[in-house]
């Protein structure tokens, strides 16, 4: 059975969803006191963490931030916030995946499932080896990406989008297969969710020193160009 910490201050809405993912199987666990939730994260051991942003003491992009630095467990915030940059936020900060409230039960159950398949079930990386692009590695075993001495750590879900991206060096993919590659389905994805985790991998290539190594087509999807004149390649 696995082990689901529910972050959220709204007591109605936490019941809804506490009674819901329990009829799924998952155990489901509340923190006793919201002043207190770091130390509460490392004696439960989550599975899994559903995060709210908007909570007392301390917002959900502190508490993100500060569970990725601990723990790698899977985290999916869940906000009324809309905007793509809380996302990107969110994202940066270490997310996994980002809910729009108000959202369904059978779309958060389904993303749930989606993440804890790909994160211990059939979908997990179980590979120890590195992908190279030139002088790009993506290192599946830390879950990072390097390049000319430095390195990156990533979320699963930019590590998945940027290894398929990287195995297809010089060819488009659509959004539709990258979609699948991460999420597995396409219908309970947000139209920005691809373009929040695109952006970020972008950012993250820029700040290697990689800038403009993706680029994207309208109707057609996003491609990785290494120069393959690249001295380092």
């Known amino acids: 059975m696995y082990k689901v910490m529910l972050i959220e201050d ?26 207190n939730i770091e130390e509460e994260f490392l004696k439960v051991h989550p599975d899994l963490v559903l995060l709210d942003i908007n909570l007392p003491y301390y917002d959900g992009y502190y508490l993100c931030r500060s569970f990725r630095k601990k723990s790698t467990v899977p985290i999916l915030m869940i906000s009324a916030r809309s905007q793509e940059m809380d996302q990107i936020m969110a994202i940066e900060l270490g997310a996994d995946d980002f809910i729009t409230k108000p959202f369904t039960f059978e779309i958060l159950q389904s993303k749930v499932k989606a993440t804890l398949r790909r994160v211990y079930g059939e979908y997990a990386v179980k590979d120890d080896k590195k992908i190279c692009v030139g002088s790009l590695c993506l290192d599946e075993k830390t879950m990072s990406l390097e390049y000319m001495g430095k390195k990156v750590e990533l979320s699963k879900n930019v590590f998945k989008l940027l290894k398929k991206l990287m195995e297809k060096n010089h060819s488009y993919v ?60």
Request: a negative charge; aromatic letters at 8%.
């Open 10 to 35: 709204d007591h109605e809405l936490c019941g809804l969803i506490k009674e819901n993912l329990e009829r799924y199987g998952y155990e489901v666990i509340l923190p006793e006191h919201f002043s």
């Open 174 to 233: 659509s959004r539709e297969e990258l979609i699948e590659e991460v999420w597995d389905s396409i219908t309970f994805v947000d139209d920005n969710t691809l373009t929040v985790n695109m952006t970020r991998i972008k950012q993250i290539l820029s700040e290697l020193g990689l800038k403009d190594l993706i680029k994207s087509k309208r109707g057609v999807g996003y491609i990785l160009q290494y120069p393959s004149g690249d001295r380092h390649a």
